[in-house]
């Protein structure tokens, strides 16, 4: 699958209804009435535009014009991501179930116990700062949703090499060593089936 495809559908999937409403508006320029009037999604509209050429993988000013004018900096720093890096890191690769499994069970306890030092801990984990920033500014109070969105990053991004045994490891280097002990036992009891 072509990643730019994948990162406009993402944006896609994202756009409120007055949102894209904006989008079609500032695109009136550039694509003809009745066409726009048709555009029901923003995957819709990003086909128009990849259509007539205006947006291509390695030509994103106007994507970027079009998502500064919405106000949608978090879009406009995925793009930036993807232009320096080539590619968003989209792994079709994912754990298998039981791993699944254990990271969900991981992720609560650790999303239950870690508070205002997440940051450091996804840190260690490795996700970008512009990633953090970004889930900052889109659940600005909501600390607990900002550690669980930045763990699903991580999941992502990791594919099926997320484990565990790395957020253990993360936990420790942290010396948050109380959580880690709390989703060893967590994950014991899951690998023993008593829970």
């Keep these: ?16 209804d ?6 079609k508006f500032l695109c009136r320029g550039k694509i003809g009435k009745r066409k ?16 007539q050429q ?10 970027e014009a079009l998502l500064k004018s919405i106000k949608r ?12 890096e080539g590619e968003v890191n989209v792994p079709d690769d ?5 791993e699944k499994r254990l990271q969900k069970a991981a992720i609560e ?27 900052v500014a889109a659940n600005p109070f909501n600390l607990r949703e900002q550690l669980f969105q930045s763990l699903r990053e991580w999941q992502k991004w990791k594919g099926k090499d ?15 060593n109380l959580v880690a002990d709390r989703v060893e036992q967590k994950i014991l009891l899951l690998n023993t089936g008593t829970k």
């Design 54 to 63: 205006l947006i291509t993988s390695d030509k994103v000013a106007f994507l």
């Design 18 to 23: 007055s949102e894209l409403s904006s989008l």
């Design 73 to 84: 900096e978090d879009l406009v720093s995925q793009l930036k991501q993807f232009v320096e």
């Design 36 to 51: 726009l009037e048709a555009v029901r999604s923003g995957s819709e509209l990003f086909t128009i535009l990849l259509e």
């Design 109 to 135: 306890v650790i999303c239950e116990n870690v508070g205002r030092d997440w940051k450091m801990l996804v840190r260690k984990l490795g996700l970008s700062e512009a990633k953090m920033d970004r889930i």
């Design 94 to 98: 994912e754990p298998d179930v039981h």
């Design 162 to 176: 997320a484990k565990v045994t790395d957020l253990i490891k993360a936990l420790r280097d942290c010396n948050m």
């Design 1 to 16: 699958m072509d990643p730019f495809f994948t990162l406009l559908h993402s944006f896609s999937l994202s756009l409120s």
